[in-house]
Structures are given as C-alpha cells and as structure tokens.
C-alpha cells in the first residue's frame, strides 16, 4: 500500500488560531433532527416506524472564509493583476497541472518567529539537500508553526518568506509553494509593529505582493510537513472550484515514493 501523509488540518469550531472574524462555524444536525428533516422529502413516513431505530441523516451547515483551514490562495487574492498587468486569475482557474508534482520540503525550523527569509536562504536551503529545485516542484516550507494550531499563539508563529525569496522560486518556475503557519508572510502583526516603528510600507505583505510581478499560489495552515523526506513524495493540493474566489481549500496529500 502507498504511504500517505495528510498534511491538512480540520475545520472545527472554537478555534482561536484565527482572527475572530474568520473562524468558521459548523452547526450539527444529528440524526435525530435529520429524521424531522426526511418528512420534508417523505411527508408520509412515521419516523419512528419508517426509519430505521427512528433515525435519518446527520447534516452539517458549515459558514467559514475561503482562508479558512488548509486552503490555496489563488493570485487574485493578492492584487487584481499578474505577470506585469495581465489580470490575476482566481481559484476556479487555477490550472490543475500546478496543484499536482514532486514535492520538496525545506527544514525552516531553525529560523525564529517572525524572521524574514531571503533569497540566500532559500538557495541555500537547497543546496543543503542536494536538490535543484526544476519547474513544477511544490516547495513546502516547514516553519514548526502547526505545532501551535488551536491556540491564539499560531497567529504569531513561524519564519515568514520575503519579496525576493518568493521571486527565487519563480524564477525558477516554481507555481504553487505552501507553509505551515498562518501566513506565507511573516506573522501579520510583527510586521505592523516593524511599520509603525519604520514606517516602511514596503514590508507589508511583501511575500503575497511578490505576486504582482510573477503569479504564484501558496498554501497555508499545512500540517504534519515534519512528516515528509526532503524529496521522494508527489504533493496532491487541488482547491474546491469556487467561482471567482480568491481561495479554496484543499485537502493536502503527500504521496511518498516507494
């Protein structure tokens, strides 16, 4: 059998790892409830004789951003054009081949919350697995912050990639990349309190506005990256077709090679 690794968190209720307007709510209907919904599909059945022990459906009713849990973010979601003025394409035309390919993950573990990787870092990443990174990869990069899912402190955790480490990878026709912290930027309010201090707006977002010059995606809130070999693992990141959206989530697989 082949081995698979979820690297995907669940999208559940009172979570604190998000701001609160955007943790999701999922309402649950038991089967119980669902046995009253049936009537209105079946307004002849005596539930409790009809079903079986007087029993239906179990229905959930989910409201959630498309940020929420493991998603990708389409270019849209960073600024309406790309590739030097062309309209930014979102999630629903994301084309499939860039959410399928040899996977890579990068040990960023090393770097405390809130550094600033750059391209240096990131070639020398790579150099320290012996990998030149080639078109199609799907470069993982493993910050640690999962570790912290489910408590306020995952806002503020993890490295976060820069403007000229992200051009590095699209340089290199690298499309989709992902993280396992809340943001592929730094954590967003480290980098308010460096512009207030700075006023230095070129800071801001840096990583997700590298998109305007080069279209990209990436994922976010990944989990179990420490899971996986450096290479030897296909990535499987294929969003839910949302149209028009900026995002959509995903479920992330690893397929390890044999």
């Given amino acids: 059998m082949p081995t698979l690794i979820d690297c995907s968190i669940a999208i559940e209720n009172d979570i604190p790892s998000d701001p609160p307007m ?151 026709r690298v499309r989709v990349v992902g993280t396992d912290a809340w943001s592929w930027d730094r954590p967003l309010p480290l980098i308010a309190n460096e512009f207030k201090q700075s006023g230095n707006s070129s800071i801001i977002w840096e990583g997700h506005f590298a998109g305007i010059e080069k279209g990209y995606c990436h994922m976010e809130k990944l989990t179990n990256l420490d899971l996986l070999p450096a290479v030897g693992f296909t990535f499987f990141c294929f969003p839910v077709k949302i149209k028009g959206a900026s995002a959509g989530w995903i479920r992330a697989v690893a397929l390890l090679d044999d």
């Avoid at 999630?91 to 405390?112: A, K, Q, Y």
């Avoid at 799907?138 to 489910?150: E, H, P, S």
């Fill in 22 to 172: 955007m943790i999701p709510r999922v309402q649950y209907l038991g089967h119980e409830s669902g046995a009253e919904q049936m009537k209105l599909f079946f307004p002849d059945i005596d539930t409790k004789k009809d079903l079986p022990g007087g029993k239906g459906w179990a229905v959930e009713f989910v409201s959630l951003s498309t940020h929420s849990g493991t998603h990708l973010d389409a270019p849209w979601h960073y600024y309406p054009t790309m590739d030097g003025g062309k309209r930014a394409i979102t999630i629903d035309e994301v084309p499939l081949r860039w959410c399928m390919g040899r996977g890579v993950r990068l040990d960023f573990r090393h770097f405390p919350d809130g550094y600033l990787v750059t391209a240096k870092d990131m070639e020398e990443a790579f150099v320290r697995i012996g990998y030149t990174v080639t078109e199609g990869d799907i470069v993982l990069v493993n910050t640690g912050a999962d570790k912290f899912w489910g408590k306020p402190d995952y806002l503020v955790k993890g490295c976060g990639m820069g403007r000229e480490a992200t051009l590095w990878l699209c340089d290199r």
